[in-house]
């Protein structure tokens, strides 16, 4: 009974280029988030999507910064020309219903460096 | 708005004695609250949860927490500490913002260090 899988979990860009990170849900969860965690701070909330839909991406930087969670396959976070500030590690995370009771379930994270 | 402040960046103990992380929380809703622990380069993992029911949750590895709404405050204990408690802890509690969408706002943590 796989959990949140997130790959790859290190990842390691220069600046300029493009970073891809992969989320695969908890099977039969509909629902992923994705969060931000900066050296020495607590997570901060991106976006937040259901199958096809973008639901809230409040915490997603106005640019360079996409998601999307097609039909089939796994959620994409997409960071286009990265800059040394995009250093930190990304958390995914899947819940079965967006209700105010519902457990998130989180991945291992990807840690991504801006040499 | 909804806030979680937690009131101790770096707590240690000596192992065998007991742990308290405190964390205060601010919300319009009723809200649900957690704590997560996260170990060195390691994800994150649910110890407990506060939705409503009992005030006092028990959670994983003997962690527990009472929810207080009149202090605001949703504290983590533990009766006796081990060593591989030490890890970092982050309070969180949920936002229902417009629509019912669920958002995540966390604490900054609470860096656990257990001395032999």
């Known amino acids: 009974n796989a959990g949140v899988m997130q790959n790859p979990r290190h990842l390691v860009r220069r600046r300029g280029q493009e970073a891809r990170l992969r989320c695969s849900p908890v099977?039969?969860?509909?629902?992923v988030y994705w969060y931000r965690q900066l050296p020495e701070e607590g997570l901060k909330f991106m976006v937040y999507?259901?199958?096809?839909?973008?639901?809230?991406e409040s915490g997603m930087p106005k640019e360079r910064f996409s998601a999307e969670f097609p039909k089939e396959g796994p959620s994409i976070l997409r960071i286009q020309q990265v800059v040394r500030g995009d250093s930190a590690a990304y958390f995914c995370?899947?819940?079965?219903?967006?209700?105010?009771?519902?457990?998130?379930?989180f991945g291992p994270g990807t840690r991504l460096l801006v040499l | 708005a909804q806030s979680v402040t937690q009131l101790d960046s770096h707590v240690s103990v000596s192992e065998g004695t007991p742990v308290l992380l405190r964390c205060n929380y601010s919300s319009s809703y009723s809200p649900s609250l957690f704590w997560y622990v996260q170990h060195p380069n390691k994800g994150l993992q649910l110890l407990l949860k506060?939705?409503?029911?009992a005030t006092l949750v028990k959670g994983i590895n003997g962690f527990e927490a009472e929810f207080k709404k009149s202090e605001t405050s949703f504290h983590l204990t533990k009766p006796s500490a081990h060593m591989s408690d030490a890890a970092e802890y982050f309070c969180v509690v949920s936002d229902l913002n417009a629509g019912n969408n669920r958002k995540l706002i966390w604490g900054l943590g609470t860096s656990l260090a257990v001395n032999p």
């Open positions: 506060y939705t409503s029911a």
């Open positions: 099977k039969g969860h509909s629902h």
């Open positions: 995370a899947s819940s079965v219903g967006a209700g105010g009771q519902e457990t998130q379930y």
């Open positions: 999507l259901q199958k096809e839909n973008i639901i809230d």
